[in-house]
């Protein structure tokens, strides 16, 4: 079945608040097995709204809208969604009721206005908000469905979940079964090609790439009568990722992030960390003291932004500071090398670069950041040019440190395995 989305508001439009409701509903939908071809924003304008709608229901099984079911006059969705499918408004009791109750027991005045939620076109399943007083409906007319959902996130997510996607579950027979592979340090052009054989020939379970800042993670999806007939359909695939892939996959758990995949190496190690940065500023620190139990492992963040603080707190060398400039792999190496013998710690990370937009040259422009990691006094540094804002930057760089983090503590592990077979 297909669905289409329809986003209403002017707000959104102007850019004052971010689509967040388009990029979550067309997730849910993907991961239902719906096929999501066309999406749309308009205005707080009937006319334009019919004109979408019109279009929309024409070409979609289903139409998903979001927003425009308040109480004032400018909240037209539910009113052109039910001339369009020829259902006419009339009060609905139950909706009523919730409506009065929701201001009462708030202590707060109910306007004439707030009853205009209450009116349901004729014979539409309604909704209950349990965070609002707007109640969602489902319009149902010749095969076509229209689901209208409130537009704050806060209210749609949950009604979503609790009523609209059992409602979605049921037209489709089967379940659709999802399992995502998550890589790191493999760019996405180069991913997409080592998997565009099997994109080509797929049917059921399909593989679709989803480049994340510093990821790529592949989606594998497969569409069975039950649950453990889609596991079995998605198992073959996802050992054919695993075996083109190899190490650069750090986890196929969709809740594991990158963070938590090297805190758990750290962990699984018995090895301590300390961060050394610049140019982030704590960003990388920030990450990975965001996965509970991280305290067993980490033991100290620097933030050395000037050349003084890399000389006094982490040992640079005045000397590789000039010679060298501050974004450069000898300092880089300097900042991961020195901590190392103040922290005691077992991986050492830092970070040095030039997040923009000023500060670059031609020899050494904006985006271009080194990083280095020693792991039990073995060190290694990597140069790399990012490309975006200051913010883009800066995050891309956090992403690189903990693949490179990761890399290095495997490298180490794997070169200590081999040295005892010999």
Known sequence: ??????????????????????????????????????????????????????VAVGRSDIVILSGGLGPTTDDLTKETAAEAMGMPLAMDAHSLARIEHFFKTRNLEMTENNKKQALVPSGALVLDNDNGTAPGLILEKDNKRLILLPGPPNELVPMFEKSVKPYLEALEPGIIYSKTVKICGIGESKAASMIQDLIDGQTNPTVAP????????????????????????????????????????????????????????LLANDLTVSTIESCTGGMLAARLINIPGVSEVFKYGYITYSNKAKRKVVGV??????????????????????????????????????????????????????????????????????????????????????????????????????????
């Open 1 to 54: 079945m297909t669905v289409e989305l329809v986003c209403v508001g002017t707000e959104l439009l102007l850019g004052n608040i971010v689509n967040t409701n388009a990029a979550y509903l067309a997730e849910q939908c993907a991961a239902l097995g719906l096929s999501c071809y066309y999406q749309s924003v308009v205005g707080d304008n009937a006319e334009r709204l019919k004109g979408t709608l019109d």
């Open 210 to 265: 989803y480049a994340k800042t510093g990821e790529v993670h592949l989606r594998v999806t497969a569409r069975a009568a039950d649950e453990k007939q889609a596991k079995q359909l998605v198992k073959p695939l996802v050992k054919e990722l695993k075996n083109r892939f190899g190490a650069a996959i750090y986890t196929t758990d969709e809740d594991v992030t990158l963070e938590k995949a090297v805190v758990d190496l």
């Open 317 to 422: 060398k005045k000397s590789s500071l000039h010679k060298y400039g501050a974004v450069s792999a000898q300092v880089a190496s300097e900042m991961a090398t020195g901590p190392a013998m103040i922290s005691k710690a077992d991986v050492n990370v830092s970070i040095t670069g030039i997040a923009g937009p000023d500060g670059g040259s031609a020899e050494k422009p904006v985006g271009l950041v080194y990083i280095g990691c020693c792991v039990k006094g073995k060190t290694t540094v990597k140069e790399y040019h990012f490309m975006g804002n200051r913010a883009k930057i800066r995050e891309s760089s956090v992403s690189a440190a903990l693949t490179l983090m990761r890399q290095c503590i495997l490298e180490y592990f794997s070169e200590v395995t081999f040295g005892k077979q010999d």
